[in-house]
């Protein structure tokens, strides 16, 4: 069977947005259900949620999760882990991964134990082995446990031994996270966490390969062949992606569709023939982290969205603020809204929401649609106001400012310099 390629035209974007959106759960109100079930299901379908340590807002793992299960609360989090049904490892960055899929994480953890990957430099023998008589005889630790009152960090990097110590450990698989304490991990024995049902066998990169292409397409609707293996470096995982691809291509299960951009896009033959998921008038705030916008070439490819965390910039060098959160509205990307959540005085204050500049809705349904979206977002911060600093371009700042004063009295929102 020849493989199957096809060419799409600038007016087709629309219809392989809505086919990316849908496959991440962003188009509709409630893809994967409600609760802790609802939750489960969410992280097993997306494959994995991104954890960061930045609360300016809801941490991101929270975020990603809020966004796609409209009840979901933090604390689910937590009891996914003590039930097993998830657990905490690296993907391309430290990440809440299903249980499922625990046996693809072994080709990480071999190629650190066999040295072709150092997380560490120095390994101290006699220390892992005290830590782990340690958790042995005594249970779940965490790193504050290991506390010398009379050593000072100096930096992120230079934790004194016993907690290098402890994340060799993690890495290497002999203790796994077993609950958090806040946002302090604690950790026991992998024998004592992980449920005897799972499958331990270490696959091969064929396949890992097939996983990963299954889960990348399940999750995203089409990707690129650069982003199936994005941020995975291992030469024999991409020789092994790149065979199963092309196996895929040539037994017709593939389509390759070509982008006016210039980007090849790959996708499952029959998503071409079905019904293209229609998009809906909520407006949605993503994280900078979200499964849907990390790898930013595709997101300027797919969606003309040119998107950048300046959290890592200078302060003065920022165009849209310190932390600024993507917004989707009919599958497409619409703007970005800097928030800061001050938690004790119960204030979401908003400190830049700045729309495209091709913007192709009016600004009065777009300023609906943003404060329907903000108000649940607020009260997912534990805020009860919200204070709008600046909004551009000004004709919508206006026009919000007017939508505002025929909104609902019982929240207090209020306008600054628009």
């Not at 960061?52 to 689910?76: C, E, F, G, K, W």
């Not at 890992?208 to 292409?213: F, P, Q, R, T």
């Not at 499952?268 to 079905?274: H, M, P």
Request: net charge positive; with cysteine.
């Amino acid at each position: 069977m020849m493989a199957k390629t096809q060419t799409l035209k600038r007016r087709d974007l629309g219809r392989l947005r809505r086919i990316a959106l849908n496959a991440q759960g962003l188009l509709h109100k409630v893809p994967f259900g409600l609760g802790l079930s609802g939750a489960r299901k969410a992280i097993e379908h997306i494959g994995y949620v991104q954890i960061d340590t930045i609360s300016v807002v809801q941490r991101a793992h929270h975020h990603v999760l809020h966004t796609r299960v409209p009840n979901y609360h933090p604390d689910m989090l937590n009891k996914m882990l003590k039930e097993r049904s998830i657990f905490e490892y690296w993907s391309h960055a430290a990440s809440f991964l299903p249980m499922q899929d625990y046996r693809f994480s072994l080709l990480h953890r071999t190629d650190l134990i066999n040295r072709r990957r150092r997380w560490f430099e120095d390994r101290d023998e006699n220390m892992i082995r005290d830590i782990l008589r340690r958790v042995e005889q005594d249970g779940p630790i965490r790193s504050r446990d290991l506390e010398d009152p009379h050593t000072k960090r100096k930096g992120w990097w230079n934790w004194k031994p016993a907690k290098r110590a402890l994340e060799q450990l993690y890495f290497e698989g002999d203790l796994m996270v077993t609950h958090r304490d806040g946002f302090q991990k604690a950790y026991d024995l992998t024998e004592r966490v992980l449920p005897t049902s799972v499958d331990t066998s270490i696959p091969t990169y064929d396949e890992y390969a097939i996983h990963l292409i299954d889960q990348q397409v399940r999750c995203h609707g089409l990707v690129t062949r650069k982003g199936i293996t994005y941020m995975r470096t291992n030469t024999e995982l991409k020789a092994s992606v790149m065979r199963e691809v092309e196996h895929r291509l040539a037994t017709g299960q593939f389509t390759d569709v070509h982008l006016p951009d210039g980007h090849n896009y790959l996708l499952r033959t029959e998503s071409l023939d079905t019904a293209t998921p229609k998009s809906t008038n909520r407006l949605k705030i993503l994280s900078p982290f979200d499964n849907a916008v990390i790898q930013r070439e595709r997101l300027q490819s797919l969606f003309a969205f040119d998107y950048l965390i300046e959290c890592y910039v200078p302060a003065a060098k920022r165009k849209f603020g310190y932390f600024s959160l993507p917004l989707i509205y009919q599958a497409a990307f619409i703007g970005r809204i800097d928030c800061k959540a001050h938690r004790k005085t119960n204030l979401l204050e908003v400190r830049a929401l700045q729309l495209e500049d091709n913007l192709k809705f009016s600004h009065t349904e777009v300023a609906s649609a943003l404060i329907d979206a903000i108000k649940p977002f607020a009260t997912f911060q534990g805020c009860e106001k919200i204070c709008i600093t600046h909004a551009q371009p000004q004709a919508f700042g206006r026009t919000l400012k007017r939508t505002l004063n025929q909104g609902d009295s019982r929240w207090v929102i209020s306008t600054r310099n628009i």
